[in-house]
């Protein structure tokens, strides 16, 4: 990942590197809370719209996820 994450982004996370949930992550941010280090390294906690791997947009609820910072991968434009 190049450069900090910013509401908006688009990122990728493969189901290891984030909590709680099953398959790779795809979410659209919509908030980024603190950074919170633990034995494996920093996980960020973050907020956002669940998409499917087509970009589309699964719900309109807001979903949030604990996700290891570095298993983040912003998504291809």
């Known amino acids: ?15 290891p590197d984030y909590c709680y949930g099953l398959g790779e992550l795809h ?22 719209l669940t998409l499917r791997s087509d970009g589309s947009q699964t719900d309109t609820r807001s979903r949030h996820a604990l996700v290891r910072v570095r298993g983040i991968r912003r998504h291809a434009s």
């Open 27 to 48: 979410l659209k941010i919509t908030k980024i809370g603190p950074v919170q280090e633990q034995k494996d390294g920093p996980w960020v906690s973050l907020e956002g």
């Open 1 to 15: 990942m190049s450069g900090p994450l910013k509401v908006g982004d688009v990122i990728k996370v493969a189901e």
